[in-house]
């Protein structure tokens, strides 16, 4: 297959790796295996040193460098994962770095480049996002001659993500009868599916995006490699505008379908794993996970591998992950009710439209004596999402005026 990394390279790259990316194990899923009755394997990437799969193609590529290379020092871009496994090899290689990272970046995640660094990594914060960082990451490697270290775009970086695969069929062999992966940039499908594609000619390979950054799929329906114009950071570890030119040509030939996953569903994918598993995914890490339900059907009786790519997620954010996850699910629900300014309004609601178990979780109303009526924002979490419409049928039936705030609703950004 034209444009593939080939077996011998990425067999190569996991001799350089040896002793340093772990054989991350292949986990059987005995939970999800019965609830989709198929054969569901987890790769644990999470459980790599730096909580993800990115050592293994930053160590590739910065251990492959001449001597001459290696003196001039690496550069690369990251907000998270790629800064540290890049931090983790000029340790390991005792290499000079500078990593850029944008401004937005939590400081527990630029706590950890420095701790991987240990000395060997001078880290620039300096961008609003990632394209800003990486561009100031590329002028400043120019400028110093120094070697830039591309997160995906890379044969070295492609082969390192590879050896996933390698590991992947050394277990269970032609055994695999799909393969869901995440796509960010596209290095890791690209090495995981060269490997396999060439190894195991019935594997079906499942690229999974985020639906806030589906920059794969699009460049594959567009037919050349597209920038989108704004994306969702909440996936970070997938939020890419632009995925690369040498991804774009792999994936082209080897993807047998890519299935776009709403944030929703990542985050309720996330709370399943951590509650049943106890894993600690960040959401990048649980996107193939999340996208079984849409292949419910298929993988019926078959050999299922999905890669869980990381597992460094900020504890910080779960209460905005559970709050993507009951909204996703049907079960919370954001209203502008206008009600009367005299007594006993908001006890009509609770009384009269409100089911025995229906919760009110946020209310923010201010009074204004000058009007005869006010808006108040009330949210509303339901124990199942079909009680909704009794919900909506009584604030009816009650004369109660309303509006649900939608994901179309400016006001929406504001609440999740």
Not at 267 to 272: A, D, G, L, R
Not at 308 to 328: A, F, H, Q, T
């Amino acid at each position: 297959m034209n444009n593939l990394v080939d077996i011998q390279t990425i067999e190569e790259a996991s001799e350089r790796l040896n002793g340093v990316a772990k054989n991350t194990p292949l986990q059987f899923s005995k939970r999800l295996s019965n609830f989709y009755k198929a054969n569901i394997y987890f790769k644990r990437e999470d459980l790599q040193e730096v909580r993800s799969y990115k050592i293994r193609g930053a160590y590739n590529l910065i251990k492959s460098l001449s001597e001459q290379e290696k003196k001039k020092g690496v550069v690369c871009a990251s907000a998270g994962n790629h800064a540290q496994g890049v931090a983790y090899s000029c340790n390991a290689l005792k290499i000079h770095g500078t990593i850029f990272m944008p401004v937005v970046t939590p400081l527990q995640k630029i706590n950890r480049v420095r701790h991987f660094g240990d000395g060997w990594v001078e880290i620039k914060v300096i961008g609003a996002n990632f394209d800003e960082s990486s561009k100031e990451a590329k002028e400043f490697a120019k400028k110093e001659q120094a070697i830039f270290v591309h997160p995906f775009d890379d044969e070295r970086v492609i082969a390192g993500q590879g050896t996933i695969g390698k590991e992947i069929f050394e277990t269970l062999g032609d055994q695999i009868d799909f393969l869901l992966c995440p796509i960010g940039g596209g290095g890791l499908i690209s090495g995981v599916g060269s490997y396999l594609k060439q190894k195991c000619k019935k594997i079906k390979l499942i690229g999974v995006e985020a639906k806030g950054a589906p920059g794969m799929d699009s460049s594959i329906k567009a037919g050349k490699v597209i920038t989108l114009e704004k994306i969702d950071p909440f996936v970070d570890g997938v939020a890419v505008k632009t995925v690369g030119t040498q991804t774009f040509q792999i994936a082209s030939r080897i993807v047998d379908q890519i299935i776009v996953v709403d944030e929703g569903q990542v985050c309720s994918t996330m709370i399943e794993l951590y509650q049943n598993e106890g894993i600690v995914a960040e959401p990048a890490g649980a996107l193939s996970i999340s996208a079984l339900n849409d292949l419910a059907e298929k993988i019926k009786g078959r050999t299922v591998v999905c890669i869980l790519s990381g597992g460094n997620n900020d504890i910080l954010r779960y209460p905005e992950i559970m709050e993507k996850s009951l909204v996703y699910m049907g079960l919370k629900h954001y209203f502008l009710i206008e009600f009367a300014q005299k007594p006993g309004q908001l006890k009509n609601l609770v009384n009269n439209a409100l089911g025995p178990i229906d919760d009110i979780v946020r209310f923010e109303y201010i009074k204004k004596n000058s009007k005869e009526t006010g808006p108040a924002l009330v949210g509303i979490e339901l124990a199942k999402k079909e009680d909704l419409k009794p919900l909506l049928s009584k604030m009816n039936s009650l004369d109660i005026k309303y509006q649900i705030i939608t994901s179309n609703d400016p006001l929406y950004s504001y609440l999740i």
